[in-house]
């Protein structure tokens, strides 16, 4: 090697070093920002609690998936179907019925609240489109979408999806917390950490089916449920203001509804079996209307 490749990599080295150091210090400096912001605000330090709870549920499930042979294409479709129809539920019992309480407590006219939480919706479900057309990303059945998605590692794809599909669930959880209404906010944190259980198994045997190891399956299974916590740190901040509340709490019903819709209905019929898939979201559904009734 002569000297000036030597000086090129040694350049390359320290910048790749550096950058590494400014990534670990940011990183530092967010976790005691974190902590000092969930000492301060209890809604913050629950919705953070609750997400770690349906990270825990995800990994939880994820485990048999180790001594798992497979995954029946039924089973799958009922998991898929499970998690749907909790979901569903959860839009509309813990979401989009509080955002109509309290848009309509400060409507002047009776159509103004149903109209601000079909807007809200909407956007919400917007939003999870523009994700979606732009974040390259691989579905386990359906195949490939988004921009440029075939310049990124098959499995990374996967990861993507899966986070895409993490992000309203955290969001829910911690907009539901920085609504005040602790015990409806535990309830849906409940159920979504319910639904994550066969999700996490679903993930590590699908991952398990298109060739990857054991090992890789598990951790992946494991640690995709990590954006939730996350995710819900943020809609706990940033929903706290009251004129904001109702508005993300139809959003994150909106981006959760075009989940459901886009991908895990049609990802549970694709294999034929409907209903299988349709008695899984009637009992997801009927299981998180109960618990959000019971609970709240």
């Not at 609240?113 to 059945?141: D, N």
């Not at 993490?166 to 015990?183: F, K, R, T």
């Not at 993300?248 to 209903?275: D, N």
């Amino acid at each position: 090697m002569n000297t000036a490749s030597a000086s090129k990599l040694n350049k390359l080295t320290a910048r790749k070093l550096l950058g590494w150091c400014i990534l670990v210090l940011g990183a530092g400096y967010g976790v005691q920002q974190l902590v000092l912001l969930m000492q301060q605000q209890d809604h913050v330090r629950f919705a953070f609690y609750a997400g770690m709870v349906a990270a825990a549920a995800t990994a939880l499930g994820a485990i048999p998936a180790l001594f798992s042979r497979g995954l029946s294409s039924r089973l799958h479709a009922a998991m898929l179907g499970f998690g749907g129809g909790v979901m569903l539920a959860a839009s509309i019992f813990s979401l989009i019925v509080p955002a109509l309480a309290l848009f309509e407590s400060s409507a002047q006219v009776s159509w103004q609240g149903p109209l601000q939480v079909a807007a809200a919706i909407l956007l919400g479900a917007l939003l999870m489109l523009a994700l979606e057309r732009s974040v390259p990303h691989e579905h386990f059945i359906k195949g490939t979408e988004g921009h440029q998605a075939l310049a990124l590692k098959r499995s990374w794809l996967f990861v993507i999806a899966i986070i895409l599909h993490n992000i309203p669930e955290g969001l829910a959880i911690g907009v539901a917390y920085a609504s005040g209404d602790m015990v409806g906010a535990s309830a849906l944190a409940t159920g979504i950490s319910l639904q994550n259980v066969p999700e996490g198994f679903v993930v590590a045997m699908a991952l398990l089916a298109v060739g990857y190891s054991r090992l890789v399956a598990l951790s992946v299974g494991m640690l995709s449920g990590l954006v939730e916590p996350l995710m819900a740190v943020i809609g706990a901040i940033v929903m706290t203001n009251a004129l904001l509340l109702p508005w993300g709490l139809a959003m994150a019903a909106g981006a959760m509804l075009f989940v459901i819709s886009h991908e895990m209905i049609p990802e549970s019929h694709r294999q034929g079996h409907e209903m299988a898939a349709t008695n899984g979201l009637m009992l997801g559904f009927v299981l998180m209307l109960v618990l959000d009734t019971a609970l709240g």
